[in-house]
């Protein structure tokens, strides 16, 4: 391992190897910003751990090497099998049938882009396409939370109109009696 890649690792991961490949196939090669990116918005269940390696990874990479995180870029990103965990289930006329409950370990490592990378990215950035980008951006979360508290309250709204009705009901049960 050469002087500009940070390591970071985690063992005995209780999820099966090939769920979490199937997560790091999707990371591998890619900036740490995008990177997480991807993992945050990825709906399975080793993006988590997966996620929390990568921070350790960065960290480990700001710390030792002093390269900041805009730098760096996932070179290498596997998991290999750990122990399998056996259990056993009942079934039908006195057998019992194996459970293998695998776990992993994973590995992210760091390297820091090259030169001409980081000159390609820092133009990319300053573009008047990246601005534009930006700025698209922007309005589509912002109209996004336009209708996420319109709809917060709406729901509100029902909430009270309910309470009153259920008061009105009380107060028309219990003056009858």
């Known amino acids: 391992?050469?002087?500009?890649?940070?390591?970071?690792?985690?063992?005995?991961?209780?999820?099966?190897?090939?769920?979490?490949?199937?997560?790091?196939?999707?990371?591998?090669?890619?900036?740490?910003?995008?990177?997480r990116d991807?993992?945050?918005?990825?709906?399975?269940?080793?993006?988590?751990?997966?996620?929390?390696?990568?921070?350790?990874?960065?960290?480990?990479?700001?710390?030792?090497?002093?390269?900041?995180?805009?730098?760096?870029?996932?070179?290498?990103?596997?998991?290999?099998?750990?122990?399998?965990?056996?259990?056993?289930?009942?079934?039908?006329?006195?057998?019992?049938?194996?459970?293998?409950?695998?776990?992993?370990h994973v590995t992210i490592v760091l390297a820091r882009l090259d030169e001409d990378d980081l000159a390609r990215k820092s133009e990319s950035e300053t573009s008047e396409g990246a601005a534009r980008r930006r700025s698209l951006r922007r309005r589509r979360v912002e109209a996004a939370q336009a209708a996420s508290d319109k709809e917060t309250e709406e729901i509100e709204e029902t909430e009270e109109t309910d309470t009153e009705i259920d008061d009105a009901d009380d107060e028309s049960a219990g003056g009858g009696e």
């Open 38 to 104: 991807i993992l945050e918005r990825t709906d399975r269940g080793a993006t988590g751990p997966v996620l929390k390696l990568l921070d350790s990874a960065v960290a480990n990479a700001e710390a030792k090497l002093a390269v900041p995180e805009e730098e760096l870029v996932i070179d290498e990103a596997f998991a290999d099998e750990g122990p399998i965990l056996k259990r056993w289930r009942p079934r039908a006329r006195g057998r019992a049938a194996r459970i293998n409950k695998r776990t992993s």
């Open 1 to 35: 391992m050469a002087d500009t890649t940070a390591l970071a690792r985690v063992r005995y991961l209780r999820t099966a190897p090939s769920k979490v490949r199937q997560v790091l196939d999707l990371i591998r090669g890619e900036d740490v910003e995008v990177a």
